[in-house]
């Protein structure tokens, strides 16, 4: 079955700082995809970045990264230069692609970090 | 131009009453979901339709029924609301692709969310 945890509920950066936002998961099938969203205190559902389980780099959006590191299961989020606006909730989620493709899979997400950027 | 709109925003009603939420997508997208976000932020799949055809139905009461008329549209339907269906509401869609053989997912497009609250 999928898992998606994430360990950190709330975190605290100080505004042009990096930051890591940790994210593991688990999952029995080989083809996969990782995703990161951003929800604001507006609460629309906003896409940051995507990792699929065979990519052999790490995806970058930006001042956006993942840290995927697959054998230990983990696609960390890296927020480089937070800003003000980077203040929301954040939410890693996976999805199995299995036989026919990710159309079919059921897209889990995690708890959710919560950001606050200093000023 | 919203690549998927959701209506009504809000919406507040009492115990008993049935309502609808209306889903629309114009990203041409085969595949659209309709995700429960609960009082703790916590997102979880409801449905997913592919070209018209209920593909994921998790563990959801019957008083919950989504319909989907053409794939662009997926609405629910929901009879004898209750207390717990209090929630955000976000709809959503998606597209897998082919890159040289491997199926490569695609993130979801959320709409706005509705807010339902029950009274």
């Known amino acids: 079955a999928q898992k998606i945890t994430q360990t950190q509920p709330g975190m605290f950066v100080q505004e042009k700082e990096a930051v890591t936002l940790d994210c593991t998961y688990d999952?029995?099938?080989?083809?996969?995809?990782l995703f990161w969203y951003k929800q604001p205190s507006s609460g629309e559902m906003i896409f940051l970045i995507y990792?699929?389980?065979?990519?052999?780099q790490n995806a970058t959006e930006g001042r956006y990264s993942l840290n995927f590191q697959k054998a230990r299961k983990s696609a960390n989020l890296v927020i480089s230069a937070s800003q003000l606006g980077d203040s929301a909730m954040y939410f890693c989620?996976?999805?199995?692609?299995?036989?026919?493709?990710?159309?079919?899979?059921?897209?889990?997400f995690g708890k959710g970090t919560k950001l606050s950027v200093k000023p | 131009d919203t690549a998927v709109s959701q209506t009504p925003k809000y919406l507040v009603t009492q115990m008993g009453n049935d309502k609808s939420i209306k889903c629309e997508q114009n990203l041409g997208h085969d595949t659209m979901y309709w995700y429960k976000q609960d009082s703790k932020k916590f997102l979880k799949i409801m449905f997913s339709y592919n070209n018209k055809e209920l593909i994921i139905n998790e563990t959801v009461p019957n008083r919950f029924s989504p319909k989907s008329p053409d794939k662009a549209h997926l609405n629910l339907h929901i009879n004898s609301l209750e207390l717990g269906d209090s929630a955000v509401y976000f709809c959503?869609?998606?597209?897998?692709?082919?890159?040289?053989?491997?199926?490569?997912?695609?993130?979801?497009?959320f709409g706005n969310g509705t807010r339902l609250t029950v009274t």
């Open positions: 989620a996976m999805r199995d692609l299995g036989f026919y493709g990710g159309s079919q899979g059921n897209l889990i």
């Open positions: 999952t029995s099938d080989p083809s996969y995809g």
């Open positions: 990792q699929g389980s065979y990519d052999q």
């Open positions: 959503a869609s998606s597209q897998a692709t082919r890159d040289r053989g491997y199926l490569r997912d695609s993130p979801l497009h």
